[in-house]
């Protein structure tokens, strides 16, 4: 069984990459990743907290960092890496090498060799409401609840081997459930309760796929007559239906000012439509007039498209 733990700060993020000098550190893990606890702004704390609502803040905070970790693990795109506690990291090792130990079994924690870390994934909520209707209808003997969630998050990722951040994206997402009840039996608290899992793990999976994205591009592996085979499979917000623009490539864009290497020009070359979603992979058909669609091309879902 794996064990996936999270790295609470991007401060304690930066001490374990400082710490990947030695031979443990030597090899970089291009896809390892950390992820910070979800934090809510101080001004919606201070907001719930005198609404008399804290607890329903904390409710919404931890169901979605579960969430959260569910879903990155699900990409198949990240090794999360260890520690909700540096401290206790440290404390293990130290305990390894306190001579109780074999030094030479490859198991025991070898102090300040600690792997490195490539990504540090920072997520702040910053929008969170809870709002319930009630409407009685006594000849009728029931309650009508509606209730509506909405939540907000702003979420960054950060090379930890350059301190830069790659990419800072926000999202609002809103639901809502109308439940009828006998006036007699008007709790709803396992509807509120699949409402937040529902809204959170929405929430939380738009944050996976973005960050898949940014550090794995969704591309082209094989590719047969008018059929692509793609690196991405379930949980990666790759889904039967879906149609993506392919890029072919093209000149490496640096900013004239700073000389900051900001990417790789993409070239259109085609669309390609998913037919199949397995575990780790997908395929898709090319659709419409293929321009150069190969090994490598990278797929981007196109902006969803806005009524008049």
């Given at each position: 069984?794996?064990?996936?733990?999270?790295?609470?700060?991007?401060?304690?993020?930066?001490i374990l990459?400082?710490?990947?000098?030695?031979?443990?550190?030597?090899?970089?893990n291009?896809?390892?990743?950390?992820?910070?606890?979800?934090q809510?702004?101080?001004?919606?704390?201070?907001?719930?907290v005198?609404?008399?609502?804290?607890m329903?803040?904390?409710?919404v905070?931890?169901?979605?960092?579960?969430?959260?970790?569910?879903r990155?693990?699900?990409?198949?795109?990240?090794?999360?890496?260890?520690?909700t506690?540096l401290?206790?990291i440290?404390?293990?090792?130290?305990?390894?090498?306190?001579?109780?130990?074999t030094?030479?079994?490859?198991?025991?924690?070898?102090q300040?060799?600690?792997?490195?870390?490539?990504?540090?994934?920072?997520?702040?909520?910053?929008?969170?409401?809870?709002?319930?209707?009630?409407l009685?209808?006594?000849p009728?003997?029931t309650?009508?609840?509606k209730?509506?969630?909405?939540?907000g998050?702003?979420?960054?990722?950060?090379?930890?081997?350059?301190?830069?951040?790659?990419?800072?994206?926000?999202?609002?997402l809103?639901?809502?459930?109308i439940?009828?009840?006998?006036?007699e039996?008007?709790?709803?608290?396992?509807?509120?309760?699949?409402?937040?899992?529902?809204?959170?793990?929405?929430?939380?999976?738009?944050?996976a796929?973005?960050?898949?994205?940014?550090?794995?591009?969704?591309?082209?592996?094989?590719k047969?007559?008018?059929?692509?085979?793609?690196?991405?499979?379930?949980?990666?917000?790759?889904?039967?239906?879906?149609?993506?623009?392919?890029?072919?490539?093209g000149?490496?864009?640096?900013?004239?000012?700073?000389?900051?290497?900001?990417?790789?020009?993409e070239?259109?070359?085609?669309?390609i439509?998913?037919?199949?979603v397995?575990?780790?992979?997908?395929?898709?058909e090319?659709?419409?007039?293929?321009?150069?669609?190969?090994?490598?091309?990278?797929l981007?879902?196109?902006?969803?498209s806005?009524?008049?």
């Open positions: 069984m794996k064990t996936l733990t999270i790295i609470h700060s991007l401060s304690a993020v930066i990459a400082g710490l990947a000098g030695s031979p443990a550190g030597a090899q970089q291009t896809n390892t990743l950390a992820v910070g606890a979800i809510p702004l101080p001004v919606l704390t201070e907001k719930f005198a609404a008399g609502k804290a329903s803040l904390r409710q905070v931890g169901v979605m960092n579960e969430q959260l970790m569910d990155l693990n699900a990409t198949r795109k990240f090794k999360i890496m260890a520690g506690d401290k206790e440290i404390k293990a090792q130290e305990l390894a090498n306190s001579g109780n130990y030094l030479q079994d490859p198991n025991t924690a070898k300040f060799q600690l792997a490195g870390i490539k990504w540090s994934l920072q997520t702040t909520l910053d929008d969170f409401e809870d709002q319930t209707e009630r009685a209808d006594k009728a003997r309650l009508t609840t209730r509506t969630v909405r939540l998050v702003t979420c960054k990722l950060f090379d930890t081997t350059t301190g830069g951040m790659l990419e800072s994206a926000s999202q609002v809103n639901t809502n459930s439940v009828e009840t006998l006036l039996a008007s709790n709803n608290a396992e509807a509120t309760d699949e409402l937040l899992r529902r809204v959170t793990r929405d929430m939380a999976e738009w944050v796929v973005r960050v898949a994205n940014v550090a794995f591009p969704v591309k082209v592996l094989a047969t007559d008018k059929m692509v085979t793609l690196n991405r499979g379930e949980g990666s917000g790759v889904a039967v239906g879906q149609l993506w623009n392919a890029n072919a490539p000149k490496e864009l640096k900013d004239p000012d700073t000389g900051e290497v900001l990417g790789r020009e070239i259109p070359v085609g669309k439509r998913i037919t199949e397995q575990p780790k992979f997908s395929k898709g090319i659709i419409g007039e293929d321009l150069g669609v190969d090994i490598g091309a990278i981007r879902l196109p902006p969803p806005k009524a008049p």
